[in-house]
């Protein structure tokens, strides 16, 4: 099985910053794509960034420029740096790693259990 463990949430001011970790351990043979994605109250989950294997990155259109994504292969981590932090940032967000857990077994995607980031005025 494979664990993401997600890390660095909790109440910021607007305009301030944050730096969310998730960690993936268990039986991963190769990691892949890896990310962020978020839920406020009553919205749908949407993507915030990702990063390839290869340090392709995309964001969101709502956090370019202010977020940014990076990775450490070592230890199957992934990062978003938060500035610039604003109100409707406030939102569960939620870690995505496509992992290879061995050669024979396809690609899957598993979900860190989400951190509260909620953002005050």
């Known amino acids: 099985q494979v664990q993401l463990v997600e890390s660095g949430g909790g109440l910021v001011q607007a305009g301030g910053s944050l730096k969310l970790s998730c960690a993936a351990s268990?039986?991963?043979?190769?990691?892949?794509?890896m990310g962020w994605y978020r839920q406020a109250p009553g919205k749908q989950r949407e993507l915030v960034a990702t990063i390839s294997s290869s340090d392709n990155t995309k964001y969101g259109d709502s956090v370019n420029g202010r977020f940014t994504i990076s990775r450490d292969n070592a230890k199957n981590t992934v990062y978003l740096q938060m500035n610039s932090l604003k109100p409707e940032d406030t939102a569960v967000y939620y870690c995505?790693?496509?992992?290879?857990?061995?050669?024979?077994?396809?690609?899957?995607?598993?979900w860190g259990q989400g951190t509260q980031v909620p953002v005050s005025s």
């Open positions: 268990g039986s991963t043979f190769s990691v892949n794509a």
């Open positions: 995505n790693v496509v992992v290879r857990r061995s050669p024979s077994l396809p690609v899957v995607g598993y």
